[in-house]
């Protein structure tokens, strides 16, 4: 996936995570208050080429503690 790197800090550190199923980002409490709150609840877009990221890397991200 890429990310922004601010955001790709956020993501590897499972602070920011993307729901596999409804592709929404989901944010750790720690985030809601902070400017990072304005990503909550979106969705992430398709990439240049037309694809979504691959649903079976989300997944094993997202169940990571």
Do not use: A
Request: proline share 3%; no cysteine; hydrophobic share 35%.
């Amino acid at each position: 996936i890429l990310l922004r790197s601010d955001l790709q800090k956020l993501f590897d550190s499972n602070l920011l995570k993307i729901n596999p199923q409804s592709l929404i980002v989901e944010l750790n409490d720690l985030l809601k208050s902070s400017s990072y709150s304005k990503f909550e609840g979106r969705k992430i877009r398709k990439d240049i080429f037309g694809s979504y990221p691959d649903i079976n890397f989300l997944k094993i991200k997202y169940n990571e503690e």
